[in-house]
């Protein structure tokens, strides 16, 4: 099981201690949102993005020891 420092902005940034949440997850990104709402009930109501080593990934993308995980509410340009 690998322990990561996930980077939360917006909202989601309630939920941490300075904009971070430490996390103890193996597998991938569906499991990453499991342990969060386990650990914050809030992530289970909020609609949010997961961005891994910068890109933006779906919830069967792997999770690897040293990746940089950050969450996100949805965002819109203009």
Known sequence: MAEFRV?????LAEFANDGILPVKV??????????????????SSLP????????IVEDHHALNA????????P???G
Do not use: C, T, W
């Not at 980077?7 to 909202?11: D, I, L, Q, T, W």
């Not at 040293?66 to 509410?73: L, T, Y």
């Open 7 to 11: 980077k939360a902005f917006g909202r």
């Open 26 to 43: 193996e597998g991938d990104v569906a499991a990453l949102r499991s342990v969060l709402a386990d650990m914050h009930p809030g992530f």
């Open 48 to 55: 949010y993005r997961v961005a891994v080593n910068r890109q």
């Open 66 to 73: 040293g990746d940089e995980i950050a969450v996100m509410p």
């Open 75 to 77: 965002f819109s340009g």
